[in-house]
């Protein structure tokens, strides 16, 4: 084992106490991003307004301290005092399309709307809560983590986070067919790819016991801990490369969704169990 690897296997993203660490903070933003995230909660703000908002929050590779300008997107979550409207969701859009627009810094901005009261909720206890928890970094409002547990490495987190994967199987192969032009698959193969690699990295997350959100070091996990099947390892490890640099050719999204797909769904079966149905 090489210095790398032994560095790599201490840091698990544990507390002493052996729960999960929450992985961002506003200052660990790269300069360049600053202004956007300042942006975002003035746009938020502004927006959903002081009696709707109870709290917002940055995710992804921009409070991780990892993203690069032009390449990487913005991903918001707002939380609402009740469940969000249509027309709530729609003017979320606006605003996301309007902050992409305005700044080349970031390419797409993902925004997410839920309720505090859904976050907090037994259903989503871990998985919409964990992701608040440890996945988000507090940008408005009051901080929702403070109401909820600290998470460990466990087959139930693993099943309640990924454990749907069979349910975007269909949705995607719509997403593919209907993807006539190169941003299409662009976009389509980033997310997918995305997706893929967190589902494979968390089938093996409570047997390495620890965290981590890279998808490089997710790929390489997922290998080691899968020595049986060096094809799907091959095809992880492939699919991190896509998350970062995504790819229009049709038989990339082949690929992860014909192939990689199927086998991570009915494999996460077998080991966690499917996810708790939501209403």
């Known amino acids: ?52 908002l109870h709290s917002a929050y940055l995710y992804g590779s921009i409070p991780r301290g990892t993203a690069i300008p032009g390449v990487s997107d913005l991903d918001l979550l707002v939380a609402l005092h009740d469940a969000p409207t249509g027309a709530e969701r729609t003017v979320g859009e606006e605003a996301g399309a309007a902050l992409d627009a305005a700044f080349p810094v970031i ?50 987190l693993a099943r309640e986070t990924n454990g749907d994967l069979a349910l975007a199987l269909p949705r ?16 389509l193969s980033r997310g997918v790819a995305r997706r893929l690699v967190r589902t494979a990295f968390t089938l093996v997350m409570p047997r390495w016991g620890g965290w981590t959100s890279d998808l490089r070091r997710s790929a390489e996990l997922f290998a080691r801990f899968c020595p049986d099947h060096p094809e799907r390892a091959a095809q992880v490890r492939a699919a991190a490369g896509t998350a970062r640099t995504p ?16 086998w991570l769904a009915a494999e996460y079966t077998a080991v966690h169990g499917v996810k708790a149905p939501r209403p």
Not at 1 to 28: H, Q, S, V, Y
Not at 124 to 138: I, K, N, Q, S, Y
Not at 252 to 257: D, E, K
């Open 1 to 52: 084992m090489n210095e790398a690897t032994a560095c790599e296997d201490t840091d698990k993203g544990l507390a002493p106490d052996g729960t999960i660490l929450r992985e961002g903070a506003l200052d660990r933003a790269p300069g360049p991003f600053v202004p956007v995230v300042e942006a975002a909660r003035d746009r938020i703000v502004g927006t959903f307004g002081a009696t709707r």
């Open 107 to 156: 390419d797409g901005v993902g925004l997410l709307l839920d309720s505090a009261g859904a976050l907090l909720g037994e259903v989503e206890r871990h998985d919409g809560g964990f992701f608040v928890a440890c996945l988000c970094t507090p940008l408005i409002g009051p901080d929702l983590a403070a109401q909820l547990p600290r998470y460990r490495p466990t087959s139930l």
């Open 172 to 187: 995607w192969r719509t997403m593919a067919a209907e993807a006539v032009t190169d941003e299409a698959r662009l976009r």
């Open 247 to 262: 790819s229009p050719d049709p038989a990339v999204l082949a690929m992860l969704i014909e192939s990689l797909g199927p």
